[in-house]
């Protein structure tokens, strides 16, 4: 039986460029699902604390705020950050080097396609550091909007350019110094936009980028450096995979199960000493879940809960805080538990009757107080009194308690 008939070759430079920006994409598209649904709750509760701290920021800040600075802090990254995806590949030294006089069309695209995506991710930041700009210009409106973003536009293009000037270099010193210079152009240019008056600022910023253009000119003819541009694209390449693989298991960047070492200290504290036969299944939750996603869920939790209750004020917006991240910490905690509930190896050695939940249950309270506690010691920095801290600390520590010692009455084999 015949397979699928393998795709025409692509007949130009721009074929080329989509086929494969199209199987880029379908090659990460399974992991990037897995990695969205893996930090949704946690991008969203980040979005609402981020709303909550530059709204109190923005009301409660003194006139002599740097406003302005912190908008230039805020757009830097998004301007200086210029990344050139060409998806290059070791057999293009063979088969496309000597066709560069003709690739130009294929360079240009990936030109064009970072220019899209880095002025969407340029327009995100202006409109997060708009309410600090105009709180510090004392100005707003429409064309003020305008005006400056079409000038950032115009400072990423010419970024962009330098960028891909520089993929064309060889020597070390020579690119380490055109990174530098991007890297100090992108932030004279944002920082003259922001803190002078709009006029000023394009004034300003159009002169540097002159100079820069000047000092980019002795470059300008230079070849395509193909060894360079297929070492970064795998450099690129294993940075996303890397990335991927925080939330999902993917085989490019390994063949086998992550190693991850746990801290016999952590082990000990949480699930007891692993060869007492009280602790076996105590120290087997404890090790899944210091090696699992639910580590890094409960991290991330605790730590947002943290920030927040350290930066917000009042009894009753720390109480709804400490309250909300306590049960999402145990809502996550509450998974763990289903781990080996299935588990043959109680049929093979002598283990008593519920022990395995009984030993989750507790495993989860110790990782559940230890949470409730860092997130009171944040809330004194917000409570009237420690009091109130306390109170919050014992009411929640005591209702996971009661939760835990339900768990533990529970007899059933796993």
């Known amino acids: 039986m015949k397979g699928p008939a393998p795709a025409p070759a692509p007949r130009t430079p721009e074929e080329l460029w989509n086929r494969r920006t199209a199987g880029f994409l379908a090659e990460i598209r399974p992991y990037l699902v897995y990695a969205l649904q893996s930090v949704a709750l946690a991008v ?16 409660s800040a003194p006139p002599s705020f740097p406003f302005k600075e912190l908008a230039a802090c805020i757009l830097l990254p ?4 210029s990344p050139i995806r060409t998806y290059m ?20 695209k990936a030109a064009s396609r970072a220019f899209r995506l880095q002025l969407l991710l340029l327009v995100v930041s202006w409109l997060a550091a708009w309410p600090l700009y ?8 429409l064309l003020l909007f305008v005006h400056i973003l079409l000038v950032l536009a115009a400072v990423k293009k010419v970024l962009l350019y330098g960028r891909s000037l520089e993929l064309k270099l060889s020597e070390k010193k020579m690119i380490s110094f055109y990174v530098t210079l991007r890297t100090l152009v992108a932030a004279g240019t944002v920082y003259l936009i922001t803190v002078l008056t709009a006029w000023e600022g394009t004034l300003a910023a159009a002169l540097l980028l002159l100079i820069y253009l000047g000092c980019l000119y002795p470059v300008r003819s230079r070849a395509v450096n193909w060894t360079r541009l297929v070492e970064l694209e795998r450099r690129h390449r294993g940075v996303t995979f890397r990335l991927l693989n925080n939330f999902i ?30 602790d076996t299944y105590r120290y087997l939750y404890t090790l899944v879940w210091l090696r699992s996603e639910w580590f890094g869920i409960t991290v991330r939790l605790t730590l947002l809960g943290v920030i927040l209750l350290a930066a917000v004020r009042g009894a009753w917006m ?31 050695y002598p283990l008593p009757e519920g022990i395995r939940s009984r030993s989750a249950s507790t495993v ?13 010691l944040a809330s004194l920095a917000s409570m009237p009194t420690p009091l109130y801290s306390a109170g ?23």
Not at 44 to 59: C, D, E, F, H, S
Request: proline fraction near 3%.
């Open 44 to 59: 969203i509760l980040l979005m609402l604390g981020a709303g909550v701290g530059y709204n109190y920021l923005l009301t």
């Open 78 to 81: 998004a301007a200086a950050l």
């Open 364 to 376: 989860v309270f110790r990782i559940h107080a230890l949470c409730l506690a860092l997130l009171a």
């Open 89 to 108: 590949k070791e057999a293009d030294l063979i088969f496309l080097m000597p066709m560069e006089t003709g690739m130009s069309a294929y360079f240009d």
């Open 318 to 348: 720390a109480g709804i805080l400490y309250a909300l991240f306590a049960g999402l910490t145990a809502l996550q905690l509450k998974e763990l538990q289903k781990a080996y509930r299935h588990s043959d190896w109680s049929f093979i």
């Open 249 to 278: 298991d993917v085989p490019s960047v390994q063949g086998r199960p992550r190693s991850v070492h746990a801290p016999k200290k952590g082990l000990g504290v949480l699930g007891g000493f692993r060869h007492r036969p009280e």
């Open 134 to 141: 105009a709180k510090g210009a004392g100005e707003s409106g």
């Open 392 to 414: 919050w600390f014992a009411v929640t520590l005591l209702l996971s308690y009661l939760y835990s010692k339900r768990q533990r009455k529970e007899r059933q084999w796993s």
